[in-house]
């Protein structure tokens, strides 16, 4: 294994691709691509990759399901960094063309989501057509004179597309949020944070009393969400961040208070924040 190969989710030309490009100019090493976001965790798992980026949350459509479902269920690997990436949608075509005279709009239906209120506004009435991602859209722009993609900028540049708008996102301040996973997590910096999911039991006031370990302590949480465990219906997962270094809160005695209250609790890691 290279000691200095990260893996991502491909394919090129998608934001988690420029979240990839960005993590690899600071730190160096070589980028590998996966089809999946399993597979980049599973690359890591079995030390084909050092490191693997994949995407953890986005701003406006919450959790992402396979990246939460791999945490919870893979062995050794732990969380080591955060990177706050900003979406910035593209409109794009295979040559300049006038807005009007488009007829299909191609994206990740994401992404088409994201722009409806441009698409409303500046191309009523076309065609919106979903595919698996946006570079898949950009790349299937090749000989379509009247179509048009919603991708990122670097979709542009590797297939040679006319960059016809930029920024045409309905929210300004969307970001997705990607996370670096290894078999490691990182040292204490005095600016953590802590990743943890676990299970509660079936009983009134069981997720109350696991907040009220970290209430009781005076520690942030700064976020927590719920999925399914898809084991058993009315079982569910809770995925938790808080302010704080596992190990110092370890010191506190609050895991020792937390694992007393739940069924089940993995500690994702503990990383620096991103406040970008």
């Given at each position: 294994?290279?000691?200095?190969?990260?893996?991502?989710?491909?394919?090129?030309?998608?934001?988690?691709?420029?979240?990839?490009l960005?993590?690899?100019?600071?730190?160096?090493?070589?980028?590998?691509?996966?089809?999946?976001?399993?597979?980049?965790?599973?690359?890591?798992?079995?030390?084909?990759?050092?490191?693997?980026?994949?995407?953890?949350?986005?701003?406006?459509?919450?959790?992402?399901?396979?990246t939460?479902?791999?945490?919870?269920?893979?062995?050794?690997?732990?969380?080591?960094?955060?990177?706050?990436?900003?979406?910035?949608?593209?409109?794009?075509?295979?040559?300049?063309?006038?807005?009007?005279?488009?007829?299909?709009?191609?994206?990740?239906?994401?992404?088409?989501?994201?722009?409806?209120?441009?698409?409303?506004?500046?191309l009523?009435?076309?065609?919106?057509?979903?595919?698996?991602?946006?570079?898949?859209?950009?790349k299937?722009?090749?000989?379509?004179?009247?179509?048009?993609?919603?991708?990122?900028?670097?979709?542009?540049?590797?297939?040679?597309?006319?960059?016809?708008?930029?920024?045409?996102?309905?929210?300004?301040?969307?970001?997705?949020?990607?996370?670096?996973?290894?078999?490691?997590?990182?040292?204490?910096?005095?600016?953590?944070?802590?990743?943890?999911?676990l299970?509660?039991?079936?009983?009134?006031?069981?997720?109350?009393?696991?907040?009220?370990?970290?209430?009781?302590?005076?520690?942030?949480?700064?976020?927590?969400?719920?999925r399914?465990?898809?084991?058993?219906?009315?079982?569910?997962?809770?995925?938790?961040?808080?302010?704080?270094?596992?190990?110092?809160?370890?010191?506190?005695?609050?895991?020792e208070?937390?694992?007393?209250?739940?069924?089940?609790?993995?500690?994702?890691?503990?990383?620096?924040?991103?406040?970008?």
């Amino acid at each position: 294994m290279s000691s200095r190969r990260v893996g991502y989710l491909g394919p090129q030309g998608t934001f988690s691709d420029e979240a990839a490009l960005l993590y690899k100019a600071k730190t160096g090493g070589s980028l590998c691509e996966y089809p999946t976001i399993g597979a980049v965790i599973e690359a890591v798992e079995k030390g084909e990759a050092r490191e693997g980026l994949v995407p953890l949350e986005n701003r406006l459509e919450g959790g992402v399901g396979a990246t939460l479902d791999h945490l919870a269920g893979s062995s050794g690997i732990y969380i080591k960094q955060e990177i706050n990436y900003p979406i910035r949608q593209c409109l794009m075509a295979a040559d300049e063309i006038e807005l009007e005279h488009i007829t299909t709009v191609i994206s990740h239906p994401h992404a088409l989501g994201q722009c409806s209120a441009f698409i409303k506004k500046y191309l009523p009435g076309v065609k919106c057509l979903p595919v698996e991602s946006t570079a898949a859209a950009a790349k299937s722009l090749e000989g379509k004179n009247h179509y048009a993609a919603i991708a990122p900028r670097r979709a542009a540049e590797l297939f040679s597309l006319s960059l016809l708008r930029e920024g045409i996102e309905d929210y300004r301040g969307n970001v997705t949020r990607f996370v670096v996973v290894s078999t490691e997590d990182q040292p204490v910096t005095g600016d953590d944070k802590t990743s943890l999911v676990l299970t509660i039991p079936d009983r009134p006031g069981s997720l109350y009393r696991v907040l009220g370990c970290f209430a009781r302590r005076g520690i942030n949480l700064t976020r927590i969400e719920s999925r399914p465990s898809r084991r058993i219906i009315g079982d569910w997962l809770f995925f938790i961040d808080c302010e704080g270094h596992r190990s110092d809160l370890e010191k506190s005695g609050l895991w020792e208070e937390v694992r007393k209250e739940v069924t089940f609790l993995k500690l994702l890691g503990s990383y620096p924040m991103d406040k970008a």
